[in-house]
């Protein structure tokens, strides 16, 4: 029901946009969720959007450099991503939940999720 796209390998500094995109259903009826997985680390919530009001959540480490939007005429949920450094590699999942219970970046509050996208941020 959720596909990512748009990773790769960027330059420290530079930037990328990730799209996740919905089949079937609507995001707006979600709320939508971006996390990451580093090699031998947990998975972490980097952003998230609600589905009311479109209200936005940052992880601390990404605040002021990452940006999180929606689409509903393209049915997409995108995650701008500017000044990356090295520690933003990882493979990054979008995820679904049509209600949080505790905080909104903990992955157990989210039920469907894509397959993932690779990032790194290497020179």
């Known amino acids: 029901q959720f596909v990512e796209s748009g990773g790769g390998l960027v330059q420290p500094g530079g930037s990328l946009r990730l799209s996740c995109a919905a089949s079937?259903?609507?995001?707006?009826?979600?709320?939508i969720g971006w996390f990451r997985q580093a090699p031998g680390k947990e998975r972490e919530g980097v952003s998230c959007?609600?589905?009311?009001?479109?209200?936005?959540v940052y992880a601390d480490s990404v605040k002021g450099r990452f940006t999180i939007s929606r689409d509903n005429a393209k049915n997409t949920v995108y995650l701008q991503m500017n000044s990356l450094k090295p520690e933003d590699t990882g493979v990054y999942y979008c995820?679904?939940?049509?209600?949080?219970?505790?905080?909104?970046?903990?992955?157990?509050?989210?039920?469907?999720w894509g397959q993932g996208t690779q990032v790194t941020v290497s020179s």
């Open positions: 079937g259903v609507s995001v707006d009826y979600y709320v």
């Open positions: 959007i609600w589905r009311s009001d479109g209200s936005t």
């Open positions: 995820a679904a939940t049509r209600a949080v219970t505790s905080f909104p970046l903990l992955k157990y509050e989210y039920d469907d």
